[in-house]
């Protein structure tokens, strides 16, 4: 999910990891990480209603598209969440590792309790692409339905890709029921669901293979059986 943005939204202004670790008062570690894993971060574009002609929302007024230049082929989760935190509103990342390049993003509401403050999901990843692999935005009426569409997006595309990010081949098979639901909480619910079932199956299957008595065999053959039923339902 790679996207062309329009020059009207492009900041290109790099930020430097120390006025980060400044701002959120980095403790060592996540200062060694920034150190060790991160080349550079460049504020790319600002997604707003006068950035690309969108419907203005109450709880989402810009997404910023972050890009991320990484010493290492799988960023610690733990360097976007720091950012996360520092920024209100919603960040997609770019991660640039040599010649490829893959999008991560959690799902970043505003909390129910406190209007101020606002709340930061499990992160969700494409695969790696080719730097080149763009296309046009998508159209839609606001700026809270265009992160809406993004967050889709990487749910249906998150695979196997970090240790940080919820990790589930199945998810490519996302039911109609759960793209019709009404809530993008609805759909993340349904994913994760999908995401721990896949899990506990594969598990279950390795236990499988490596047990000795055919009697243990057999019951976790059953279990396991149970809970592909259960996973087939969510795939309908």
């Known amino acids: ?17 120390n006025k980060l670790y400044q701002r959120g008062s980095a403790n060592h570690r996540i200062e060694r990480l920034f150190v060790e894993q991160v080349e550079s971060i460049r504020w790319a574009y600002k997604l707003s209603p006068h950035t690309i002609n969108l ?36 960040i997609i990342f770019e991660i640039v590792f040599e010649d490829k ?8 509401r505003q909390s129910q309790a406190d209007s101020q403050k606002f ?25 809270a339905d265009l992160y809406e569409y993004f967050i889709e997006q990487l749910l249906l595309s998150t695979n196997q890709a970090s240790s940080g990010v919820l990790l589930s081949k199945s998810v490519d098979n996302i039911s109609p029921q759960s793209q019709g639901t009404n809530s993008i909480e609805d759909k993340i619910a349904h994913a994760e669901k999908v995401a721990l ?40």
């Open 1 to 17: 999910m790679l996207y062309h943005y329009p020059s009207t939204a492009k900041v290109d202004k790099i930020i430097p990891k």
């Open 55 to 90: 419907n203005d929302s109450e709880t989402i007024k810009e997404i910023q598209i972050f890009s991320i230049v990484s010493r290492v082929e799988r960023l610690d989760t733990k360097v976007l969440q720091f950012i996360d935190k520092l920024i209100p509103s919603p």
């Open 101 to 108: 390049i893959k999008v991560i993003a959690n799902y970043k």
């Open 119 to 143: 709340v930061l999901g499990k992160y969700y990843a494409t695969d790696w692409q080719d730097l080149t692999q763009r296309e046009d935005l998508p159209i839609v009426f606001g700026i």
């Open 197 to 236: 079932l896949t899990k506990q199956i594969n598990e279950l299957q390795k236990r499988i293979y490596k047990e000795k008595q055919f009697n243990r065999q057999v019951e976790m053959n059953l279990h396991s059986q149970t809970l592909q039923k259960q996973l087939n339902e969510l795939l309908k």
